[in-house]
């Protein structure tokens, strides 16, 4: 069994992690430094708070009557939205960035490593497989779908909510892209459909939430549904030529869960790799984002 492993992206030009703490983190996306709310920065900033508004053009404010929404506090020079690149490992991909009431911006870049996971994967299909086909789960604003896209692989792209979806074809067009398949679909009725069909997939990703909605209101919930989940995904991957990738930010959820989850419903899981995703700041402090598991044949 291999051990768990912490993998932190290489450099990135566009972002970097400036400081965390606090229950705060300080980031660069591009051109424009962000503040907003992190749960798991519960250590103290390195650097002062004068510091850190001196530096951000937009703060996150929580709304006090709703913990999960709130505004931007932004300067006068803060474009939103605006964009950044990644150029890594053979992918070149260009992405929309926005200030979100969520205080999200489109982007996680901690999977950075996963997107060049990805890439290489597809890649090392190509003698056997001629079209690689992959189904990108909860797959938001879309990084993991270019990724494979960009690699050659035919993408289907599932998420629940249609404006997410609208966010990652304009990402899709800004990387130069084409030919993804996109569904607004409840993920779970999605691959039950597929399993009837007798569909199969050389790649699945999936990076669910801890709560969610379906398009008609289909209640996700991380406990309750992805044992289930995972099982129809046993049954979706190809049994020769396949890699598996599944995410999980979720306080509290160990990398321990998503290993037994894996032994138990695919059995064999080669070449496996599996930990935390994390980001360093420039004091060195590391931030943990969430669990991961991959393998491949």
């Known amino acids: 069994m291999a051990d768990m492993q912490l993998i932190i992206p290489e450099r990135w030009a566009e972002y970097e ?9 300080l980031e660069r996306f591009g051109d424009f430094i962000l503040a907003r709310p992190e749960p798991q920065a519960i250590w103290d900033k390195s650097l002062a708070d004068q510091e850190w ?22 300067k006068p020079n803060m474009r939103d939205p605006w964009y950044v690149s990644f150029q890594q490992g053979g992918l070149n991909l260009k992405f929309k960035l926005a200030l979100t009431t ?23 299909l190509a003698p056997t497989v001629a079209r690689p086909s992959v189904l990108n789960l909860f797959a938001y604003t ?14 289907t792209h599932v998420d629940a909510v249609k404006p997410v979806i609208s966010w990652a074809r304009e990402n899709m067009d800004y990387s130069e892209l084409t030919n993804i398949r996109w569904m607004v679909e409840d993920a779970m009725k999605f691959v039950r459909r ?25 209640k996700w919930v991380l406990e309750e549904h992805l044992n289930e989940l995972l099982k129809a ?18 306080l509290g959820f ?29 004091a060195r402090k590391r931030l943990p984002l969430g669990v991961f598991y991959r393998f491949s044949s």
């Open 53 to 74: 508004t001196r530096l951000a053009h937009a703060i996150f404010q929580r709304d006090r009557q709703s913990p999960e929404r709130g505004d931007w506090q932004t």
């Open 17 to 25: 992690l400036i400081d965390s703490g606090n229950f705060q983190k």
């Open 194 to 218: 597929e399993v009837r069909r007798g569909n199969h997939y050389n790649g699945i990703i999936l990076d669910p939430p801890a709560y969610g909605r379906g398009p008609a209101g289909e």
């Open 233 to 250: 995904c046993a049954d979706l991957l190809d049994r020769t030529d396949f890699f598996f990738i599944i995410n999980l930010y979720s």
């Open 102 to 124: 969520f205080k999200h911006v489109g982007l996680f870049p901690e999977q950075a490593n996963n997107w060049v996971y990805i890439h290489d994967k597809i890649k090392s």
């Open 254 to 282: 160990s990398p321990l869960i998503l290993d037994n989850l894996m032994q138990q419903n695919f059995g064999s899981v080669p070449n496996a790799e599996w930990g935390e995703l994390a980001v360093s700041d420039q």
């Open 142 to 155: 879309g990084g993991a779908s270019l990724a494979a896209r960009q690699a050659g692989a035919e993408v």
